[in-house]
């Protein structure tokens, strides 16, 4: 026969399993915008632009300004002319091949993106401070990346698909991993990303 305070306290047991589960899953969500938040993404787009088989090798002045590239060299003086402007100075790409390349490349992982309209007819929600950016803000847009800079991507957030995220292992981050895990898998070798293995 079962005791009256086994009856009693087992909703109280079940309550508290729930709340340590909800807990436990909070706890897995933080760790994971630890490892792949926006600055995170930020220092793979460096390694994007070198390392993938497809990489575009971009030197243009926003690519090498955001650490994506090397400064090119300096040019030269012709032999026996004089220095005409320009002399000396480094040949930037005309166009960023980096933007539009990792555009594409997000998208082939099924990431979502939009590009942000700040006007006073569309302006979209901001949260601050949220783990997914930590110090900065993210966008209540319905899609995964916000770009809200022009095609050289140098200014991006995430959007609602990735930051409303209520569990680490949600299919919508799983997309993200991956994402990251090809635009450093070769640095490390394929296959190395410690969450990459599901």
Not at 13 to 23: G, V
Not at 99 to 109: I, L, Q, S, V
């Amino acid at each position: 026969m079962v005791s009256l305070l086994a009856l009693a306290s087992k909703p109280l047991y079940e309550r508290e399993i729930l709340a340590l589960r909800s807990e436990n899953e909070s706890l897995k969500l933080q760790l994971f915008w630890k490892d792949f938040n926006v600055k995170k993404l930020i220092k793979m787009m460096r390694l994007g632009n070198s390392f993938p088989l497809d990489a575009p090798f971009c030197q243009c002045a926003d690519c090498v300004h955001y650490k994506r590239a090397t400064k090119p060299q300096k040019r030269g003086r012709i032999a026996g002319a004089q220095p005409i402007s320009g002399d000396f100075m480094p040949s930037y790409d005309a166009e960023c091949s980096f933007g539009p390349w990792f555009a594409a490349t997000a998208r082939h992982f099924g990431l979502e993106i939009q590009n942000a309209s700040f006007t006073k007819r569309a302006w979209p929600k901001v949260i601050e401070e949220h783990d997914a950016n930590p110090g900065l803000r993210v966008l209540d847009m319905d899609c995964h990346l916000v770009n809200e800079d022009g095609p050289e991507w140098t200014h991006f957030t995430y959007g609602r698909k990735l930051w409303d995220a209520k569990r680490d292992d949600s299919p919508e981050l799983l997309k993200l991993e991956n994402l990251f895990e090809y635009l450093g898998q070769f640095r490390d070798g394929p296959g190395k990303s410690k969450r990459f293995r599901r």
